[in-house]
């Protein structure tokens, strides 16, 4: 059994002239949370609606649990959560859920199981429209969660949650993963994507600009040093850190090393007879490289 | 969400339902209706709009097929030949033909906003994206609709002709008339007259719902061409003969041409129903309803099943 839950391959959607998702190629791993991260419009939902069949492709491929996406088999088996929740207003949440549970020939034990893994059995008796945001995006965690799906794909899925609903969303999700679910979470915020995610992917204009682990995204941390002569101090860092580590931006040095290596420069900079006015060490969050890779997209350093 | 840190599987606790645990009426049911019909059975009874439109539709029966004549007669409007037969109209075996002479114009609006509702609002609400989702095939998942909608017309038209034979019973009463029930012949054609051509006009509401993606504009067009613009057309064609050809084959010509075939009388009658006609002969009515309802039906399922879901 193949461990890759959802593969594309140059999948791309076009509406008219526009290119709304431009040929994806990614990969979600079984048991991995992935996080789909990109601002808005950048083509994350339209992407993931492929993948559930509610959008066809203009071209490309994409396999989800090994299968075409859409196909009545591979639903039973996702749960989602796309652009937000759709139930009946007039009928209460767990209403609406047993309803959704016919369709999958669950029985109510099962609805009230979902209802208890979003904190939403107190008031799951009152009508949907009356429920706040909040509530409404639980109840659609409940849904997806329904009839135990090996693959939930959830997009954005703290929206309209307060902070204590986020933090109990996160909560969620790390423990769906800990039991091995395979999570595939779209979100425009980083620090969400950065708390729970394995692996990201970085979407921006419909194309995937990086894929990878968040440690590999982020990379090195990096020192910078604000010295005097910068110009003597060039050569004494490449010699303590190597060359290709070294690189100048607005007169200050970047080095890209551990932190931990700050006595050593420092000394033999001062050893040189280089003045060091200010050493700051610099972790490289997943915001960093967000706006990295955007912004050279942008500017068209990355290859289309 | 206290129930994080205790995470536990929908699975552990539940299982696939089988058939076999559920007992006496829930199982025959399970049985014969197909998941699809039953889940949507499930939301459409406690629909308020189709509690609402169904009153509506039982109270316009009742205060134009037996208030109003009753009132007629008993005012003496109506005297002579013309009263007695207005009267005969009013008893219980012609209770059928009460049932089916008001669907070819205001009960078929009626069920064309329904039919429009049930699926437009679909998409204002997002519950098509949901159950699109979740497993169902999208040409079952609207089927499931059609058939939990033809469930629901049924038990409307079952009720109307109950209201209808209580009233008619209560002014034969009134009148000291001979209650004489109605045939079975005439009930099932009556009866089935009406549903099929509710079914065909609720075939059409569910065809403009998933056409316009949204209540409110597939309502307006449908009691529109319902009500207004087939009748302008059959307006003009008796000036311009060579529309005729066209109106006759309208969805309201052919649907009034049903209920004329099983006895309801045309609206050239003193006595007549608005909508009702003897265009068509019965067979041939008929044949282009059943039509009419499968084209609306196979669109419908075409255009849900090739179109993205965008919203």
């Known amino acids: ?304 | 969400m206290s129930g994080v840190s205790g995470v536990s599987r929908a699975s552990e606790v539940s299982g696939v339902r089988g058939l076999s645990g559920v007992g006496g009426v829930r199982s025959v049911v399970a049985t014969v209706v197909p998941g699809v019909v039953r889940a949507e059975l499930r939301r459409l009874v406690r629909w308020p709009a189709l509690w609402v439109l169904g009153s509506v539709w039982l109270a316009l029966n009742l205060t134009f097929g037996y208030v109003f004549p009753y009132l007629t007669y008993r005012t003496g409007s109506s005297v002579g030949p013309g009263a007695e037969a207005s009267l005969g109209q009013m008893l219980p075996d012609q209770a059928p033909l009460a049932v089916v002479q008001g669907m070819p114009m205001f009960g078929g609006a009626l069920v064309l906003v329904l039919g429009a509702l049930a699926v437009g609002s679909g998409y204002g609400w997002g519950t098509w994206k949901t159950v699109f989702t979740i497993g169902p095939r999208r040409g079952a998942a609207i089927g499931g609709t059609l058939g939990a909608l033809g469930v629901m017309l049924a038990a409307l038209v079952v009720a109307t002709f109950a209201v209808d034979v209580a009233a008619s019973t209560a002014i034969g009463l009134a009148e000291d008339q001979a209650l004489v029930a109605p045939g079975l012949t005439d009930t099932l054609s009556g009866l089935g007259g009406a549903l099929l051509i509710a079914a065909m006009w609720m075939g059409g509401g569910v065809l403009l719902g998933a056409i316009t993606r949204g209540p409110a504009l597939a309502v307006g067009l449908g009691l529109v061409w319902s009500l207004v613009v087939e009748n302008l057309l059959r307006g003009v064609a008796g000036l311009l003969g060579s529309l005729e050809t066209v109106t006759n084959l309208l969805p309201g010509t052919v649907a009034g041409s049903v209920a004329g075939a099983v006895g309801a009388l045309p609206v050239s009658d003193p006595n007549g129903t608005p909508g009702v006609n003897t265009v068509w002969d019965g067979s041939a009515a008929t044949l282009l309803l059943v039509a009419y309802l499968v084209a609306f039906a196979l669109a419908t399922v075409g255009l849900v099943r090739r179109r993205d879901l965008t919203g």
């Open chain 1, 1 to 304: 059994m193949t461990d890759d839950i959802v593969v594309t391959n140059a999948l791309t959607k076009r509406y008219g002239d526009r290119v709304a998702v431009d040929g994806v190629s990614l990969t979600v791993r079984r048991g991995e949370i992935y996080g789909f991260l990109g601002p808005n419009g950048a083509g994350k939902t339209t992407t993931l609606r492929m993948l559930l069949g509610l959008v066809r492709p203009t071209s490309g491929a994409a396999s989800v649990l090994g299968a075409r996406p859409g196909s009545p088999g591979v639903l039973r088996r996702v749960g989602s959560l796309i652009e937000g929740p759709g139930f009946y207003p007039y009928l209460s949440g767990r209403e609406n859920l047993r309803v959704l549970a016919s369709y999958r020939a669950l029985d109510d034990v099962a609805v009230e199981a979902a209802l208890t893994q979003v904190d939403l059995t107190d008031r799951a008796g009152d009508r949907y429209k009356s429920y706040s945001l909040g509530m409404r995006q639980r109840l659609g965690v409940a849904a997806a969660l329904l009839g135990r799906p090996d693959l939930l794909i959830l997009d954005e899925p703290t929206n309209g949650l307060d902070p204590a609903g986020m933090a109990d969303m996160r909560d969620l999700i790390r423990a769906l993963a800990a039991e091995g679910q395979t999570i595939m979470l779209s979100s425009h915020l980083l620090g969400e994507v950065e708390q729970v995610c394995d692996r990201v992917g970085v979407i921006a204009d419909g194309r995937l600009l990086v894929e990878g682990t968040v440690a590999e995204l982020r990379g090195t941390a990096s020192l910078v040093l604000r010295v005097d002569p910068l110009a003597r101090a060039l050569p004494v860092a490449a010699r303590v850190v190597g060359a290709a580590n070294v690189s100048t931006v607005d007169s200050a040095l970047h080095l890209a090393t551990e932190p931990s290596r700050a006595p050593d420069l420092v000394r033999a900079m001062v050893d040189a007879g280089v003045d060091v006015h200010e050493v700051v060490a610099r972790d490289r969050s997943l915001e960093d490289v967000f706006f990295a890779v955007t912004n050279a997209a942008a500017s068209g350093e990355v290859a289309k």
